[in-house]
């Protein structure tokens, strides 16, 4: 069974910056796209960011681009989300998410939770 883990998320005024983790683990873990989803209490859960596990090639949602990156380190099954210059609209639990299509939703973590204050 594949396990993912997100941690860094927290409490930031706007303009600061966080740093999420997404650890994957589990038999042959082999993923195509690893991603991040945001998503607000009662409402589906939006792509934020993904990226392809075979060639890096990422993609972003209008709102945070030039903001956030993403990135991975193979070698440790881990993706990054590097988040800069937050907004509060950014507010949400973050959800690593992984899988063979473009904005996986095949697996994904626990959540952390991200709060922008003004």
């Known amino acids: 069974q594949v396990l993912l883990e997100e941690s860094g998320g927290g409490s930031v005024q706007a303009g600061g910056s966080l740093r999420l983790s997404c650890v994957a683990s589990?038999?042959?873990?082999?993923?195509?796209?690893r991603a991040w989803f945001r998503q607000l209490s009662g409402t589906e859960r939006l792509g934020v960011a993904t990226?392809?596990?075979?060639?890096?090639?990422?993609y972003y949602d209008d709102r945070v681009k030039g903001r956030f990156t993403i990135s991975q380190d193979n070698a440790k099954n881990t993706v990054y989300l590097q988040m800069n210059s937050v907004k509060p609209e950014d507010t949400g639990m973050y959800y690593c998410?992984?899988?063979?299509?473009?904005?996986?939703?095949?697996?994904w973590g626990q959540g952390t939770q991200v709060t922008v204050s003004s």
């Open positions: 990226i392809s596990t075979r060639n890096g090639i990422t």
């Open positions: 589990g038999p042959s873990f082999s993923s195509v796209y």
């Open positions: 998410a992984a899988g063979d299509y473009y904005w996986p939703r095949d697996y």
